[in-house]
């Protein structure tokens, strides 16, 4: 399996599997892991940089920097790095103005 450009979940993974939707794709969890950890471990970018091309990872992972906004598809958006997911959350990696 190719793992470059992706983070690869060692250790703990006696919790259990939670499923949310990322872009419309439904991903999978685990119970506690936060909402920057799930998309990241599930093999995306959190979102797309606004001055360039580059893919985004969060900067702080504490909360304090602002660099890991999703979306939910309701509309208000959330902080990646300290929201816990949860089954069934549905999530976008960009603002609800460009969702078609």
Do not use: K, Y
């Not at 979102?47 to 208000?76: K, N, T, V």
């Amino acid at each position: 399996m190719n793992t470059a450009g992706r983070i690869v979940r060692l250790a703990e993974r006696d919790r259990a599997e939670v499923h949310f939707f990322l872009d419309g794709e439904m991903r999978a969890a685990l119970a506690g892991d936060t909402v920057l950890t799930a998309t990241l471990a599930s093999g995306h970018a959190l979102r797309w940089s606004e001055f360039g091309p580059e893919r985004r990872a969060g900067f702080c992972l504490m909360g304090a920097c602002q660099d890991c906004w999703l979306w939910q598809e309701e509309g208000p958006r959330l902080r990646a790095c300290s929201t816990p997911v949860t089954e069934g959350m549905r999530l976008r990696t960009t603002p609800p103005e460009s969702w078609p």
